[in-house]
């Protein structure tokens, strides 16, 4: 099943975003009891407070608060190695760590995720901030505050697992790794993921998951570093994909939804002069956003891109 | 009468509903069905139930004699096997809509989502805007009347169900032909879309199956594509 939601403000207010998702998951919670998250783009744009980075890691799986304490002391230690760490910040087996400098991503990865093999980079961008786990919408919020969090636009994800392992790497939303402030969300079953990730495996991509979903992350990675825009690659991926889909993608830039050719997964859209709204279900849009607007299912085989307030202020 | 549905469970809206009904009222309204599942469902009596707002899957499903009004949108299955009654949908109508239909009517002023009509088994869907794909896949009998444009892959693997199309056929499915309407045809579409207040967008398309594939032949091309 899953649950996938995205909101996209027009006008502002980027307090609203954090309340918003977590109005959407909420309703959405029923589709997916296993992991809830969101991925939000704070607006920071990579002109302004150059070198401002964000990273969340997850610390491990299932460690005691004496061994995630000390975790974070390493990850910590590893990090502040490389460039300035501003701020740490701690909660259960996630850290969140804002850094000041210009970060190789591929090498503060590697490095960070060198502390422990259960050690993963969850997001490591300028705007784009992933937390997710284990559990309910509610009990998210209350790890991370995402009531709390602001920004341009977001995405969010209710999780039922049907294929693999339910912890906080399988969860979604996924960040693309290696590929800064990129993430996506997705509901459905890509059927041809074994077949990709072979191909991908074959050219040294490391997968966290066994989670089909991931490879949406790594394969807009593959497409834009081979010189696709965002909007290109994202067709390439309604005619790649087999099996059933609705995913969203966003960039700081542009926010975006992709459904398969057959219409297998449900997917509604509400858009006033204020806002963008997506979601699995009418169901979420009304609880977070009441009535006053009306909603349509996108046909299957819609890409549909809208520019986010990030990139109004070019 | 009036049901406030904001803090009612789905099954107690249904609850009131159906007592709503065994006392007798005739004219029933539920206000802020917020797009809930499941609402509506299994009613056998010739009442009339209108939702005040869009509701979500499944609405007016297994329904006969009974009348439904939707102010916005339906989700998915709307009027799935209903064998009777009527359902009007101001909104568009997600997948699936009249799912396996068996009789009375199913109107959508908006557009449907994809396989509207699939396997539908008798009575009338009529949809005001475009069908999305796969519109009529395996649809045995009755008949789907398409003000708009027809959606990829239109009357897929049909039996006996005819489809009439008032805008473009931009894609056919497996074994659907084209033909022309008859004159009883267009009488009965004319008086049909002038009671429901809905018009062609140009000349009316009858969509049939071409009978290829209801038995299996060794040589046939449409087999080979099918297939």
Same mark, same amino acid.
Do not use: W
């Given at each position: 099943m899953c649950g996938i939601a995205g909101f996209a403000s027009k006008t502002g207010a980027p307090a609203r975003i954090g309340r918003t998702l977590l109005a959407m998951l909420s309703a959405l919670e029923c589709r997916g009891p296993d992991s809830a998250g969101v991925a939000i783009w704070s607006g920071r744009r990579a002109g302004d407070e150059r070198g401002r980075w964000v990273a969340r890691i997850k610390l491990g799986d299932g460690l005691s608060e004496a061994e995630a304490s000390r975790r974070a002391q390493q990850v910590l230690g590893v990090a502040e190695s490389l460039l300035p760490v501003r701020d740490v910040e701690r909660t259960g087996d996630s850290v969140r760590l804002a850094l000041d400098g210009e970060v190789d991503?591929?090498?503060?990865?590697r490095a960070v995720e060198g502390v422990a093999p259960d050690v993963?980079?969850?997001?490591?961008?300028?705007?784009l901030e992933v937390a997710k786990q284990v559990g309910s919408p509610q009990k998210l919020d209350d790890s991370f505050d995402v009531r709390g969090m602001k920004g341009t636009h977001g995405l969010g994800h209710t999780r039922l697992s049907t294929e693999s392992r339910i912890d906080l790497s399988h969860s979604q939303p996924f960040w693309a790794h290696g590929l800064a402030d990129v993430a996506s969300v997705h509901n459905g079953h890509i059927t041809n993921y074994h077949r990709l990730r072979r191909i991908y495996e074959g050219q040294g991509v490391r997968f966290y998951t066994g989670n089909d979903s991931e490879v949406i992350g790594i394969y807009l990675r593959d497409r834009l570093g081979q010189g696709d825009s965002f909007e290109e690659a994202l067709h390439r991926?309604?005619?790649d994909f087999d099996g059933s889909y609705c995913f969203l993608a966003a960039t700081p830039d542009e926010f975006a939804l992709v459904k398969d050719g057959f219409g297998f997964k449900p997917l509604i859209v509400a858009e006033t002069s204020d806002w963008v709204a997506i979601a699995t279900e009418e169901v979420a849009l009304r609880a977070a956003l009441g009535e006053g607007f009306e909603t349509r299912e996108p046909p299957a085989r819609t890409v549909q891109i809208w520019p986010t307030m990030q990139a109004a202020h070019v | 009468m009036e049901i406030?549905?904001?803090?009612?469970?789905?099954r107690e809206v249904n609850q009131a509903i159906q007592a709503a009904i065994a006392h007798g009222e005739s004219e029933i309204t539920v206000r802020e069905p917020? $797009?809930?599942?499941?609402?509506?469902?299994?009613?056998?009596?010739?009442?009339?139930?209108?939702?005040?707002?869009?509701?979500?899957?499944?609405?007016?499903?297994? !329904?006969?004699?009974?009348?439904?009004? !939707?102010?916005?949108?339906?989700?998915w299955g709307v009027g799935e096997s209903k064998l009777g009654g009527d359902i009007l949908v101001h909104g568009g109508a997600g997948n699936g809509a009249g799912a396996a239909m068996r009789g009375g009517t199913l109107v959508i002023k908006g557009s449907a989502s994809a396989r509207a009509g699939v396997s539908m088994k008798g009575g009338t869907l009529i949809i005001g805007g475009d069908c999305g794909y796969m519109t009529g896949f395996m649809a045995q009998k009755?008949? !789907? !009347?398409?003000?708009?444009?027809?959606?990829? $892959?239109?009357?897929?693997?049909?039996?006996?169900?005819?489809?009439?199309?008032?805008?473009?056929?931009?894609d056919l499915g497996n074994d659907a032909v084209v033909s022309e309407p008859s004159e009883s045809d267009l009488l009965m579409l004319s008086s049909t879309c002038s009671a429901h207040e809905m018009e062609p967008r140009g000349e009316w398309k009858k969509v049939v199956s071409g009978r290829e594939l209801w038995?299996?032949?060794k040589g046939s091309l449409a087999w080979r594509e099918a297939l």
């Open positions: 991503l591929d090498s503060f990865e993963e980079v969850v997001s490591l961008g300028q705007s991926a309604q005619h | 406030e549905a904001r803090e009612l469970s789905v917020a $797009a809930r599942h499941n609402l509506g469902v299994a009613l056998i009596e010739p009442v009339h139930v209108r939702f005040d707002g869009s509701v979500g899957y499944y609405c007016g499903g297994l !329904i006969d004699r009974a009348r439904i009004t !939707i102010r916005g949108s339906a989700g009755g008949t !789907i !009347i398409v003000c708009g444009d027809g959606g990829e $892959a239109l009357a897929d693997s049909m039996y006996e169900t005819e489809i009439f199309v008032g805008g473009d056929i931009p038995n299996f032949k």
